[in-house]
């Protein structure tokens, strides 16, 4: 939330910049770590430098484009995780093959190749990326303006509705449902995800790279989701039920995931339940926005990751403890299964969130 806030303040390019600068770094630095202490403080530095990014970038998007395009822009954004995840499998894999390269450990090689490019990246996005419309040199006068007048008018409708600080936001019931709905998908998705190459070798495939490359599978599902649940969510101008069809692909395919561990049909049940959860992301960010503005939407994105994001610990510890205690990842992936359908219940029930605009519209033309 602090990153957030200070971001509103000092502007996107500055602050992402230095997210990305900072947490390369970190990165890099995690090929001198020696021990538990050492990793555990370098880890932890990492968290504190990167935790703004995301919902940094969420924010910054709000700043460019209108409403109807929150869905397909955030998921534009966020295709770049699946396809990384995919990808860093057999790359990370190649890399810690070249243990003993100038006389380096394998995984420190990894830590050193993947940390570089992120601050040549944050050099590249302090001297780049444009704060705000108004600033733009890409954009005639005409655009500028037009641009501008949109978004001021979306933000005047929500604040004619009800305008909230930055406080009233952390306990606003909408934020935390939000954060209980964004709790039970980050914490079925994490859970899953980290344990999926250990699933995958459950099928009888004991070649890291092969494990590697089939890891990619539910990834790359994912990332076909995630575009087109964003692209119907907008073309539609809908988000609740989009998102609550995400959440019910999550459960159903975790459900099919668990009943068919060593099988295929547990990869097939992992590619669903990954193309819900990714294909959640773009509709779910597009509704925050729908009553929130200024500094009180910075601080609500912020908070709804931050609480959901807990599911990063959660899921993968309750999956390692339902293994050991079971010796099967089963009550693991249908404990998840449970978590997403709650989630799926949260916004059935609870998610309803109007558009302001035209209420908000009413009531101005009848103050004039």
């Not at 602090?2 to 500055?14: F, W």
């Not at 004991?206 to 990332?223: E, F, S």
Request: contains cysteine; charged residues 10%.
């Amino acid at each position: 939330m602090p990153s957030n806030v200070i971001l509103e303040k000092v502007g996107a390019r500055i602050w992402i910049a230095r997210i990305m600068i900072t947490w390369g770094i970190l990165a890099t630095c995690t090929a001198l770590v020696t021990g538990e202490t050492s990793y555990g403080i370098v880890r932890f530095l990492l968290g504190v430098a990167e935790a703004g990014f995301f919902p940094g970038i969420i924010f910054y998007f709000t700043k460019w484009f209108p409403s109807y395009h929150h869905a397909r822009i955030v998921s534009g954004f966020l295709i770049g995780l699946p396809i990384a995840v995919a990808i860093g499998a057999p790359v990370s894999t190649g890399l810690m093959s070249l243990h003993g390269l100038f006389g380096l450990a394998g995984w420190k090689i990894m830590y050193i190749a993947e940390g570089v490019p992120t601050i040549i990246l944050g050099l590249i996005t302090f001297f780049v990326l444009t704060d705000t419309p108004e600033k733009a040199t890409f954009l005639t006068d005409a655009e500028k303006k037009w641009l501008s007048t949109r978004l001021e008018a979306e933000r005047a409708a929500k604040d004619a509705v009800r305008k909230h600080s930055m406080w009233q936001t952390m306990i606003n019931p909408k934020v935390l449902l939000l954060s209980l709905n964004y709790l039970g998908i980050v914490t079925a998705s994490l859970g899953m995800l980290i344990f999926t190459p250990q699933i995958i070798k459950a099928i009888g495939h004991t070649d890291n790279m092969t494990v590697g490359w089939l890891t990619m599978v539910p990834y790359m599902a994912g990332a076909v989701a995630l575009l087109t649940w964003g692209h119907i969510s907008d073309r539609l101008n809908e988000r609740r039920w989009s998102l609550l069809i995400a959440c019910v692909f999550s459960t159903g395919g975790l459900i099919l995931a668990g009943c068919t561990l060593g099988s295929y049909w547990a990869l097939v049940g992992m590619s669903i339940a990954a193309m819900g959860f990714y294909g959640s992301k773009g509709p779910f960010f597009a509704m925050p926005p729908m009553f929130l503005s200024g500094p009180a939407l910075a601080a609500g994105i912020a908070w709804i990751n931050s609480l959901g994001n807990l599911g990063g610990f959660f899921g993968p510890w309750y999956v390692g403890v339902m293994k050991d205690a079971t010796g099967s990842f089963a009550g693991g992936l249908f404990g998840l299964a449970l978590l997403s359908l709650v989630a799926a219940v949260v916004c059935a029930l609870f998610l309803h969130i109007p558009d302001p605009r035209p209420v908000a519209g009413a009531r101005l033309a009848a103050a004039e």
